[in-house]
Nanobody, 115 residues
Framework: QVQLVESGGGLVQAGGSLRLSCTFSGSIFTAMGWFRQAPGKQREQRESVALIHGDSINYSDSVKGRFTISRDNAKKTVYLLMNGLKAEDTAVYYC?????????WGQGTQVTVSS
């Protein structure tokens, strides 16, 4: 069982920055990263924002060059640094872990970007 605790969301002006954190339990993972669910979208429409899978990192085209995912194994924390935020980045952001095909989700943290 993997437990995820997120923090770091909030309200920011366009062009600003935020850093999300996700503290996790467990030690063996297939993939980890961040998804987001925009206002009015259903759970099935969550967008993969940044994902670490093995040695590779993948970003959605919409955040490439602005967002950076990183992990601190000693602190058991995954971060999402978001720079150059835009109004369209407004969403609930979810930490995501995959352990041999089983998915785990954080509780979600709201990010609101005012234009």
């Amino acid at each position: 069982q993997v437990q995820l605790v997120e923090s770091g969301g909030g309200l920011v002006q366009a062009g600003g920055s935020l850093r999300l954190s996700c503290t996790f339990s467990g030690s063996i993972f297939t993939a980890m990263g961040w998804f987001r669910q925009a206002p009015g979208k259903q759970r099935e429409q969550r967008e993969s924002v940044a994902l670490i899978h093995g040695d590779s990192i993948n970003y959605s085209d919409s955040v490439k060059g602005r967002f950076t995912i990183s992990r601190d194994n000693a602190k058991k924390t995954v971060y999402l640094l978001m720079n150059g935020l835009k109004a369209e980045d407004t969403a609930v952001y979810y930490c995501y872990f995959n352990v041999l095909g089983k998915e785990y989700w954080g509780q979600g943290t709201q990010v609101t970007v005012s234009s």
